[in-house]
């Protein structure tokens, strides 16, 4: 069974800071884990899955949005089959519920949502103003 199970949201005030986790489980899917670019997209209510970050599989070649560089880090350690997205300097407008997902293919970093096969089932954060 393939599974990514995320962890880490909740509420926190403006400027505040949050640290999302993404653990994936299953033999098989945990065994290649570290041969998948993974991403983390957010949702809001009546809007599309927007991208957040990825990761390429070493860890070396990352991609953010625009909206969140410079506040977010996205980092992964293979040996837990686990992957970050550490939030800094929050605002009310990252408000959202945040997935993870891996790639269909061993392949390089991508912000389209149609490129990721298998995906968490989220995690909610609200920041408040």
């Known amino acids: 069974q393939v599974q990514l199970v995320e962890s880490g949201g909740g509420l926190v005030q403006a400027g505040g800071s949050l640290r999302l986790s993404c653990a994936a489980s299953?033999?098989?899917?945990?065994?290649?884990?570290?041969?998948?670019?993974m991403g983390w997209f957010r949702q809001t209510p009546g809007k599309e899955r927007e991208f957040v970050a990825a990761?390429?599989?070493?860890?070396?070649?990352?991609y953010y949005a625009e909206s969140v560089k410079g506040r977010f880090t996205i980092s992964r350690d293979n040996a837990k089959n686990t992957v970050y997205l550490q939030m800094n300097s929050l605002k009310p407008e990252d408000t959202a519920v945040y997935y993870c997902?891996?790639?269909?293919?061993?392949?390089?970093?991508?912000?389209?949502?149609?490129?990721?096969?298998?995906w968490g089932q989220g995690t909610q954060v609200t920041v408040s103003s």
């Open positions: 990761i390429e599989w070493s860890g070396g070649n990352l």
């Open positions: 299953g033999r098989t899917f945990s065994s290649t884990f570290s041969s998948y670019t």
């Open positions: 997902a891996r790639r269909y293919l061993v392949a390089g970093l991508s912000r389209n949502s149609d490129d990721y096969a298998y």
